[in-house]
């Protein structure tokens, strides 16, 4: 008998896990890889931030914590709501789990039967996927393009409804496309949802605070209050916060939901780190004033690679209005071939030549669901961001 569980072989590790590995074992050989590819602040976490897990430590906060969040945090996480988004949650309607991540696992395991299907806009957070099919799930694609902005229309979303749908995932800003869904766009959709009663929503907001150009974070819940009872808000400290290695992550939602999510952590992870989640309460409390200030520094680094993709002829971008990714496309590159006589058939063909052949660290559209595209991040060091364009322009030069 396999030790592998047969479900888990169509299931795919996240490709940047995977890029990030091939990058890492490059580094190791000697290669200079600028890293494009990863989904994380280049900032590190503020003082105010870290001297309060310094305190927790001292304080001896090592024991186990209360499986479903500290109560200060929770506290914390409903005054942030107040406070941000005029939402309204008691803290019994809150869980804190190790990343956001984990918050949507916990919600999957917790309410998927198997052959659920849960909707998705593609291009999607890669890890929607996974974690739905790991739950026994079928996730469903809606698809937009970048001449819409990457943005889903009533009749799309309506379209993509079947009765076996239980979620919608929306994610604004968006991973990978940087689309910021306004309040026009979330009244069409939440008039589609209405229809539909019995599907629920997982608002994640996890690029909340990552908005360029006056464009404003809305929840679906500021435009449609009455589908709180069915909706999810999903949220972490890893981007704005810079703190993507602490792993804390959190949601708020319906107390049965909760209930039942505190159900799976309560046999799985116990939590999330005790002395974190004091860091945690001091982060979504304290000071925000660092957080407009990277933000410039993030869309001085977005125009700078708006501009330079613009130089090499066959790529396109739009500007993303949100998050820290620039979602490239490359059509005009599939079908040639490397100096080595290699064809270049995809975008995961092309991202692998310029990881090689570049030095350059990207992820492809294809695991995002959308091709051929390919996935920069510009939380990168404008110097290194110029070498990198440089370099993918001479390697795409070379192709044939
Ligand atoms: C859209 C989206 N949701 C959730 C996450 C997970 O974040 P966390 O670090 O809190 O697990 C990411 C991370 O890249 C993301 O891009």
Known sequence: MPIIASH????????????????????????????????????????????????????????????????????????????????????????????????????????????????????????????????????????????????????????????????????????????????????????????????????????EFLVYDGAKFVSILNVAPDLKDRCLVVNGLSKAYCMPGWRLGYAAGPEDLIKAMFKIQSQSTSGATHFCQWAGVVALKGDHAFIPVHNESFRQRRDLVISLTEQIPGLSCIPPQGAFYCFIRCSEYIGRKTPGGAEISTDENLVSYLLEEAGVAAIPGTPFGMSPFFRVSFATAMPKLKIAFERIQTALNALR
């Not at 074992?25 to 590190?44: C, H, T, V, Y």
């Open 8 to 207: 888990l072989v169509t299931i795919k590790p996240s490709a940047v896990s995977v890029m990030s590995a091939k990058a890492l074992e490059l580094e190791r050989q000697g290669k200079d890889i600028i890293r494009l590819s990863a989904g994380e602040p280049d900032f590190p976490t503020p003082d105010h931030i870290k001297m309060a897990c310094i305190k927790a430590l001292c304080e001896n906060r090592t024991n186990y914590p209360p499986v479903i969040g500290l109560p200060e945090l929770r506290e914390a996480i409903c005054l942030k709501l107040r406070r941000d988004n005029t939402l309204d949650y008691s803290p019994g309607q809150t869980i804190v789990s190790s990343g956001c991540k984990q918050i949507i696992y916990n919600a999957m395991a917790a309410t998927l039967d198997p052959g659920d299907e849960v909707i998705m806009v593609a291009p999607y957070w890669m890890s929607y996927v996974g974690i739905v099919q790991l739950n026994r799930g079928n996730p469903v694609f809606v698809p937009t393009s970048l001449e819409k902005g990457y943005k889903p229309t009533a009749e799309d979303l309506e379209q993509a409804i079947s009765p076996r749908t239980k979620w919608i995932f929306l994610n604004s800003p968006g991973n990978p496309s940087g689309a910021v869904y306004d309040e026009k766009d979330l009244k069409a959709l939440a008039a589609v949802l209405r229809r539909h009663p019995n599907i629920w929503i997982l608002s994640d907001d996890i690029y």
